[in-house]
């Protein structure tokens, strides 16, 4: 379960573990004690398409304080993941307190001192990942990527046998309260040392001067200004990168130079608003997370090739993965069915994936979901 210099990681993340206490709207009583943080819920979403012997290609790291539950280092270890555990007796596990209100809005804080992570903690393996999840802020986020690509030159200058490609794909995931006006800038400079942004749309709108509405709607014209903003002035005229949007209920957004769709949730609203939310949805804490792991996964194994070219079932991964975070408080329940093969929930990863991009493959068809080409981003 530790670092293994061997071993060929596909996803690497940067994010933190935290045990989570849950505060949500009455009458639903709160939880403490749940595995969380964004590493843990992002190597999640990778290690749902990572059944053994590839569940090792999931890297991730936990830093394990003197009150750091049994039951939660049982779980760590039944994924099979290379997970470095860091022991760290001297002080109590990072803590964090959420508190969800009306339209799955959340307040957090910290509890208990958090520990970050950067290239000085990864071994060899993971340090040779063939993606990254960072979630930070803009001038942190150019510090690990130039960082983690400096440690990968001076371990291909030393090992010329291994066999790696020189640059990884990296995802990048926004803290919130550094999206605001003041940070645009730097976002835009960030964005020319990554692959992909992907914020929520209220964080994304934070960078423009937008905000969360009194009830949660999402404005897609302003959505699209703000993609194709990013990506001309971010990214640039190379046609490199991509920006994923997550949307909640309403699924996700994906543009690039050459594309702009909307993907459809795996569990979605009723379509009676009288109906109330999806009773699917137990608790959102760490879909988003979830998301950018299946993503990244979906990325780099798909296709013919690691990269934005397979964007769209990318896309499906991860949605798929956020639909298994939601489900429940706290992660999802891993067993086998009788042939042995992994099922999360009593269902099947892959048996989902399918239903899932047959449904959308069926929206296309509806012309439901909206494309425009890249000529219309340059014009």
Known sequence: MEGNDTVEIDFCTLGMFIIDDIEFPPPKEPVADILGGAGSWSALGARLFSPPPKSESVGWVVDVGLDFPVELRQIIQSWETSCVMRETPHRKT?????????????AFKYV???LRIDHSALPQSHLLARSFHLICNPTRCIDLVTNILAERSKILQRCHS???PSRPLFIWEPVPDRCTEDEKNNMYQALKFIDVLSPN??????FYGGGPSPRGEIDRQFL?????????KGFGMQKKGAVVVRAGSEGCFVASHRMEKWFPAYHEPPADPQAGPNRRV???????????????IGLVRTGYGSGLDNLELAAAFASVAASFAIEQVGVPMLTHSPDG??????????????EYTQNVASFRRGQQLSTRPATDHQS
């Open 94 to 106: 990072t803590r964090g307190h959420n508190i969800y209100g009306e339209n799955e809005e959340r």
């Open 112 to 114: 208990e001192e958090k």
């Open 162 to 164: 291994l066999n790696h």
């Open 201 to 206: 749309y209220v964080e994304l709108s934070g």
């Open 224 to 232: 699209s200004s703000m993609c194709i903003d990013a990506l001309l």
């Open 282 to 296: 137990v608790d959102p804490t760490g879909g988003g997370n979830a998301f950018l792991g299946g993503l990244s």
């Open 341 to 354: 093969s992994e099922l999360w929930n009593g269902v099947s990863v892959a048996g989902r994936l399918d």
